[in-house]
């Protein structure tokens, strides 16, 4: 799939609908893997900007996947940023 066929309005939609993110924590993740389905019960009928979204959601599922260790302390981190305060 090429850049120059992606039509820059319907995948800022998509954009906009998913919200994809950088996944810090489990409900990200279970956010993302959610819209990933959604994407992958299209099938064949998925469109250039879909197919383009799914590749970038599986970035950054597997990401997130193969970081277990940083996933569980962004987690805590997030859970309690009053915590932070205290590092400075």
């Known amino acids: 799939m ?5 039509d820059p309005r319907k995948y800022r939609v998509l954009l906009r609908r ?9 409900a990200e993740h279970r ?24 590749k970038l959601l599986a970035v950054l599922i597997e990401d997130y996947e193969r970081r277990p260790e940083l996933a569980a302390c962004m987690a805590r981190l997030i859970a309690k940023p009053a915590k932070l305060a205290t590092y400075r």
């Open 18 to 26: 998913i919200m994809p993110v950088a996944i810090q924590s489990d």
């Open 2 to 6: 090429s850049t120059a066929l992606t």
């Open 31 to 54: 956010r993302m893997l959610l819209a990933a389905d959604n994407l992958l019960e299209k099938g064949d009928a998925l469109t250039i900007e879909e197919g383009r979204m799914l």
